[in-house]
């Protein structure tokens, strides 16, 4: 474990125990009286959108989860988290690692974002990479569904994922609020709590949070690794587990903000820790030791009473760095130093019409090192910084609602060229150099209100983003891939042209919402293998290494999603119906080949049952078979995921709540097919976790 690593859990543990027994504390004085609290939280506007509606006002397709629902949905990672919402799958890298992936995109056309601004770790540059966010910190994470460019980054083509944290309080609080919860169990046998409490006068706030996880090895059914990654050399060890998948991390922050009639300015420190193994499919143990230092500051003045009617200014500085482990020794380690910002204006109606203007910067260092014999590095030292301006404003018609924005971005990514700092005598990165591009993106939308029930919404973009700097630059064997990943410094912006269209019906407490969509890419980027061996300098011919090359094709996505919760039953309790599905199709237009990864149709029911303290779930979700495959990848069969879940909220002053989450009940061998690791890590198997967690 790094030095660092252990300077950042010490504080942590104390900080658990401290913050775990000062909510009871302050709740007995200040809630003896009651006798029980409703820990539902309600409904809140859509933090990343600058007008801040609701959900069913937004043009874009948009999921939200925060409050009780949060809290039962949330998993270890992310990814799996969010997971099953529809047009979201995950790429799951076993237990520990698991990035969202929003209609069969990931890495950078998928934006992660906390509080509104860039995490700026490594994740989207390696699926072993975790996020540098822990799930257990959320209060509020939103999704956007398709292309988000024009308020969020150029390269949110994908979409956005936001995890709202409360760590700046930006609104008055008057006494003591908090929330906490410890659970134990799962199929890696999880234990692990977290504790929040924000403090406060009505002008000055404070928060702090902590949060500790511990996983043993996934149970899973059957060996990890199939026959075919058995030929492609795995080891069928171990029947039952998934080896070298434990992880220990933990986290914590301290925020302050001032708070006033019209707006508040404030700071938040944090750090999260994380050391965990990546499953390799053989006897190698493979760790990654992370840490990721975070400094956020957030200010907004509102009802300015001139044409500029409010100011938000949002911008966090973020120190990450891990270390990757072969059998316990360094081979390299990824450092990355950014900042990224955003100076937001709204301007008052312009007769109905709302909008805003705002400012995005980012400046961010990675670089990458090998250590000794077998230690390489992926990447020569890059800098990348983008500016970019936009625009987004929205018109009220009676029933219809118009909606338009563009942006326009700079972006320059510098090569420091050269070799390994660790092994002068490499030159494979070639000379210093600078790539720039100039993007634009356009998006235009309608919502159309046909009565009280039903609208129907449509969204036309164009989009364009700039490479990234693993795509142009990187020259090396990469060990969570099993390739030799080549770069291409040539490679030009991507482009593409997508129509989005969506169906809504609302009706007391019934809900349902379908979206259609196509994309069609001009030059979609992407890492595909090219058949050639090389050795472990690139050298064709001569070796075992898996040749993989970054490329543009023309690509089209076109897909569907829905959602729906129908109330089936009201009187002895209340019963709901759940129903989503959701499909998508890529296809290399060049070639007529899949897109690689993609993830086959999905559909799911459900029931959720509530009666007094008393809330159950039945949940099935069955994946389809995918032998829709690229010339490169191996077809993954179909599974069914039955989870069960049972929640009794006890008649305390501390708003308990007592739950059981049962997963995969029918114990069956799921592989993502979305991941790098579908032949040598599968999802766990039958499980049962319990906690207790609480709000006052």
């Known amino acids: 474990m790094s030095n660092s690593n252990r300077l950042a859990r010490k504080p942590i543990a104390i900080a658990i125990t401290t913050l775990f027994l000062s909510p009871l504390l302050l709740s007995a004085t200040s809630f003896a009286a009651e006798q029980q609290i409703n820990i539902d939280a309600p409904p809140v506007p859509i933090t990343g959108n600058p007008l801040g509606v609701s959900s069913d006002q937004l043009v874009v397709p948009v999921s939200i989860l925060n409050g009780r629902e949060l809290s039962l949905r949330r998993e270890s990672t992310l990814g799996e988290t ?48 975790a996020l540098g966010v822990d799930p257990f910190i959320a209060e509020q994470i939103e999704v956007i569904r398709g292309p988000a460019t024009v308020l969020y980054g150029a390269g949110a083509i994908g979409g956005v994922v936001n995890v709202i944290d409360h760590r700046i309080p930006k609104e008055p609080i008057n006494g003591a609020t908090g929330r906490g919860e410890v659970r134990y169990g799962g199929a890696d046998q999880e234990k692990g709590g977290v504790a929040v409490i924000d403090v406060g006068n009505g002008t000055f706030a404070i928060h702090a949070d902590a949060y500790q996880r511990k996983t043993e090895d996934l ?153 000794g014999e077998h230690g390489h590095s992926l990447l020569p030292s890059t800098q990348t910084t983008r500016k970019g301006i936009y625009l987004y404003e929205e018109l009220p018609l009676d029933r219809l609602k118009l909606s338009a924005g563009g942006r326009v971005d700079k972006i320059n990514i510098r090569s420091g060229g050269g070799g390994d700092e660790h092994n002068p005598g490499e030159f494979h990165f070639g000379d210093p150099s600078s790539k720039h591009f100039n993007t634009a993106n356009l998006s235009g939308g309608a919502l159309f209100k046909l009565d009280e029930n039903w609208s129907v919404g449509s969204n036309l973009t164009h989009t364009e983003r700039a490479p990234t700097a693993n795509e142009l630059f990187v020259n090396g064997i990469h060990h969570a891939t099993s390739l030799y990943e080549l770069g291409n410094a040539d490679l030009k912006k991507e482009r593409s042209n997508g129509l989005d269209a969506q169906l809504r019906w609302k009706d007391a407490k019934n809900s349902f919402n379908v979206s259609a969509y196509y994309t069609r890419f001009q030059n979609f980027i992407n890492l595909y293998k090219t058949g050639v061996l090389v050795d472990e300098e690139g050298v064709e011919g001569v070796g075992v290494e898996k040749q993989a090359i970054f490329r543009g094709d023309k690509v089209t996505f076109r897909g569907m999603e829905a959602d729906g919760r129908f109330r089936i039953y009201e009187g002895s309790g209340d019963l709901d119906l759940t129903l989503r599905g959701d499909y998508v199709r890529a296809t290399n237009s060049d070639t007529g080949n899949p897109v690689p990864r993609i993830s086959p149709m999905r559909l799911g029911f459900g029931f959720d049952y509530k009666f007094n303290q008393l809330g159950a779930r039945f949940d099935v979700l069955h994946g389809f078979k995918q032998n829709r495959t690229d010339a490169e990848e191996f077809s993954t069969d179909g599974y069914t995921m039955v989870n069960a879940m049972a929640t009794y909220r006890l008649k305390t002053a501390y708003g308990l709540e007592l739950f059981a989450k049962a997963r995969n009940l029918l114990d069956q061998e799921i592989r993502d097919h979305s991941s790098f690791l579908k032949e040598i890590a599968p999802m766990g198997g039958r499980s049962l976790l319990v906690g207790v967690r609480g709000e006052f």
Request: no cysteine; hydrophobic share 30%.
């Open 82 to 129: 969010l997971n099953g919402t529809p047009g979201v799958n995950s790429s799951y890298f076993g237990p520990n690692s698991s990035r969202p992936i929003i209609r069969g995109m990931d890495g950078d056309r998928v934006r992660m974002m906390q509080n509104g601004v860039g995490l700026l770790d490594a994740s989207a540059l390696s699926p072993d990479h």
């Open 219 to 371: 149970s899973i059914p059957g060996y990890a690794v199939t026959r075919r990654g058995e030929a492609d050399g795995g080891e069928r060890v171990r029947k039952g587990r998934l080896i070298n998948s434990g992880a220990e991390s933990n986290g914590g922050a301290f925020g302050a903000s001032l708070t006033f009639d019209k707006g508040h300015i404030g700071v938040s420190v944090s750090t999260a820790a994380s050391k965990y193994g990546v499953p390799t499919g053989t006897s190698e143990l493979t760790n990654i030791d992370m840490l990721s230092q975070r400094t956020e500051l957030s200010s907004e003045v509102r009802e300015l009473g001139t044409f500029v009617e409010r100011i938000k200014f949002r911008m966090a500085h973020t120190d990450y760095q891990h270390t990757e482990f072969a059998d316990k020794i360094a081979e390299s380690r990824y450092l990355n130093s950014g900042v990224e910002g955003t100076l937001e204006a709204a301007h008052q109606k312009i007769g109905d019409m709302s909008g805003v203007v705002g400012f995005q910067f980012e400046n961010t260092k990675l670089k990458t090192l090998g250590f």
